[in-house]
């Protein structure tokens, strides 16, 4: 509809222009049209926990922008890890405001969690940020991660601020801060401020190390975001949830891609889809292997979000076996795609999908 407006518009102008023999006509009346565009983002509603899926995805999936959820409220923006290209997402849908980010929450240091990183620091800093970018995750892994973008983008923030100068790009505000935590052995609280509370607790992800989970509590809303993990043994504590927003693996589809990759010729991906059997939750329940399906059963929980899905959501195949889990599950579920973006308001048990 936007699209269709700005044509309708441009016709006009250039109608008026060439009849007036006056083309300036269309660059004083299109020139602030357009950049409003750009730098006109809507104020949000009030005491409403928006749940913004900058990015869905895995490395498997090119197409799509790896793992990002972002929760909006009350202007201030948490971004819970920052996959490659989410940030692009996180820009372009146009609600966000970047300069609103005051955290970063990492789930584990695997590259489609985190290569958007860089990105995400230069976007708010630039749009006018007003601190340095805290960033949360457990163990020294988090550290690494934090000293090796810093250096990476050392030169650039050096150029931006010679560029704009000191005044408009404040050096200290263009660094990220380690905010490590060990890992918890038990659910603990790793962030408070007026708006949200944020506890994490330990994922089965090996070999990965401080791989977490979060729990995030806004008044009385609540999301569990589970990051990359194994099935675990007892979902207990997920109990009185608005939304869980969980992974999954098709293993039985997995092992199918394997083989036929291994048949084509192709031994490295078939190496690959053949080792992430074991540290991603099964979707199904197998006869050698118990599946998330099976753990919903007793579950209270207002919403399964699924993210993350292996093979690639958006294969013929791997729609049909959604479906089906969908149609099984005791739990309204919603597969999450890029950009979609989820209101829960305060004092209220509604889930609003946009």
């Known amino acids: 509809m936007k699209k269709l407006k700005v044509l309708v518009l441009f016709t006009i102008l250039a109608l008026l222009a060439i009849s007036f023999k006056n083309f300036n006509l269309i660059e004083k009346k299109l020139y602030p049209y357009f950049v409003q565009q750009l730098v006109d983002i809507p104020k949000n509603e009030p005491n409403i926990l928006r749940i913004v899926y900058t990015g869905v995805s895995t490395p498997l999936t090119p197409h799509i922008a790896q793992q990002s959820v972002v929760f909006d409220i009350n202007d201030s923006i948490y971004v819970f890890d920052v996959g490659s290209r989410s940030v692009a997402n996180f820009i372009s849908q146009g609600t966000l405001d970047a300069a609103n980010v005051k955290a970063v929450f990492i789930t584990h240091t695997h590259s489609d969690h985190v290569g958007g990183l860089g990105e995400l620091v230069l976007a708010s800093w630039v749009r006018g940020r007003k601190n340095s970018l805290s960033v949360y995750g457990a163990g020294e892994e988090l550290n690494n991660l934090v000293d090796g973008f810093n250096l990476a983008y050392q030169s650039d923030r050096e150029h931006r601020v010679i560029h704009h100068g ?32 944020v506890s994490a607790f330990q994922v089965p992800h090996g070999p990965v190390k401080g791989a977490v989970g979060y729990r995030i509590v806004s008044g009385d809303r609540s999301v569990i975001l589970s990051g990359d993990t194994a099935l675990m043994e007892d979902y207990s504590f997920v109990n009185g949830v608005d939304v869980l927003i969980h992974e999954g693996i098709f293993t039985e589809e997995s092992k199918k891609v394997s083989k036929a990759s ?76 890029d950009n979609m973006v989820m209101h829960l308001p305060l004092n209220s048990e509604k889930i609003i999908i946009r």
């Open 166 to 197: 000191d005044g408009f790009l404040k050096s200290e505000f263009g660094l990220l801060v380690s905010k490590a935590f060990d890992v918890p052995e038990q659910e603990k609280v790793v962030f408070e401020d007026k708006n949200i509370k």
């Open 262 to 337: 291994y048949a084509l010729g192709n031994d490295r991906v078939g190496k690959v889809f053949e080792d992430i059997q074991d540290y991603h939750t099964n979707l199904f329940d197998t006869k050698n292997q118990p599946g998330l399906l099976s753990r919903l059963d007793s579950l209270d929980v207002g919403l399964l979000a699924l993210i993350h899905i292996i093979p690639d959501k958006d294969n013929f195949i791997i729609k049909r076996a959604l479906k089906k889990f969908k149609r099984l599950s005791p739990l309204k579920t919603v597969i999450v795609n």
